[in-house]
């Protein structure tokens, strides 16, 4: 089991290494998820990135909001960007939550006045 989890691992480093290139080997993640949810906990950048990205391309919005809580090493701002533009707005409220954690106030603010989430600014 080790030895399949250095391959995992392996394979997230190098070939998911540039995330601008996640996007298009999302169908390559999901054949790595319950890999990627077992070693989150190392809290690494790439894997996060991989993660969120895959549960953001299943429109899973509650696993994405488990996983930015539970691990930080991901860039924020670049993640509340992306879904500040997403159709659903669970997935906007989440960029407002995202902004709010990094002091931009005013995108917080007036995310949520676009999508009339007007106790979500104020909490």
């Known amino acids: 089991m080790w030895n399949l989890l250095k391959l995992y ?20 993640l999901k054949l790595v998820k319950p890999y990627l949810r077992a070693v989150q906990s190392l809290n690494n950048k790439a894997i996060n990135e991989a993660l969120n990205s895959l549960l953001i391309e299943e429109e899973d919005y509650q696993g994405l909001r488990t996983s930015i809580d539970a691990f930080d090493n991901f860039d924020n701002i670049a993640l509340a960007q992306k879904l500040e533009k997403h ?31 007007y106790k979500v600014s104020h909490n």
């Open 9 to 28: 691992h392996f394979l997230i480093e190098n070939e998911f290494k540039n995330y601008d290139g996640l996007l298009s080997k999302v169908n390559h």
């Open 87 to 117: 159709e659903l707005i669970e997935f906007r409220r989440i960029a407002a939550y995202l902004y709010k954690g990094n002091n931009r106030w005013k995108q917080s603010v007036e995310l949520c006045k676009k999508d009339r989430l």
